[in-house]
Antibody, heavy 118, light 107 residues
């Protein structure tokens, strides 16, 4: 079955960067795009963008353009999300999410809590 | 950006009752709308995609309808496991956006 397993919780200081990983199993990794979605405490969900895992092309939400980078390692079946210049408002749970088709998300990682605090 | 507005914010109902949740888009998203259920400490779970298609393994008490700008998620008879927060998401335009959520709580 499809599984997305994310890296553990992180605590970062303002201005730092964080890199979250999402290891996929149970399917052919390069056959599906990977999206990233975040959720601040008590808030709704916010789409950050996606990466074409096959060719590495990316699409970022304009809100995060210039601060976020999606990469992947096809040998390790792992996708990565790096967010830089962190501020307190970036405190959130970050999810990787994979569609079956289209841009709705059938499969989700368990989430990674990133806390930004001085 | 297509803004999704969900109503009501909270729905207080008893098990066995019918729940009707609304999602309105600020511009047409055709039928490119999904619904998710989220419980505390868990990732969202896909319920409905393409406005009215049930995802794999979703019971038939969940149904979706609508197109364009107005959408509805109906839970025909609430079971204890259905008390959760529900989000709509559009994928008709970029950026993909989510509604602010409707909490279905036990009355």
């Amino acid at each position: 079955q499809v599984q997305l397993v994310q890296s553990g919780a992180e605590v970062k200081k303002p201005g730092a960067s964080v890199k979250v990983s999402c290891k996929a199993s149970g399917y052919f990794f390069t056959s599906y795009a990977m999206n990233w979605v975040r959720q601040a405490p008590g808030q709704s969900l916010e789409w950050m963008g996606w990466i074409n895992v096959d060719n590495g092309n990316t699409k970022y939400s304009q809100k995060f353009q210039g601060r976020v980078t999606f990469t992947r390692d096809t040998f390790a079946n792992t996708a990565y999300m790096e967010l830089s210049s962190l501020r307190s408002e970036d405190t959130a749970v970050y999810y990787c999410a994979r569609p079956e088709s289209g841009s709705y998300f059938n499969h989700w990682g368990q989430g990674t809590l990133v806390t930004v605090s001085s | 950006e297509s803004v999704l507005t969900q109503s009501p914010g909270t729905l207080s109902l008893s098990p066995g009752e019918r729940a009707t949740l609304s999602c309105r888009a600020s511009q047409s998203v055709s039928s490119y709308l999904a619904w998710y259920q989220q419980k505390p400490g868990q990732a969202p779970r896909l319920l409905i995609y393409d406005a009215s298609s049930r995802a794999t393994g979703i019971p038939d008490r969940f149904s979706g309808s609508g197109s364009g700008t107005d959408f509805t998620l109906t839970i025909s008879r609430l079971e204890p496991a259905d008390f959760a927060v529900y989000y709509c998401q559009q994928y008709g335009s970029s950026p993909r956006t989510f509604g602010q959520g409707t909490k279905v709580e036990i009355k």
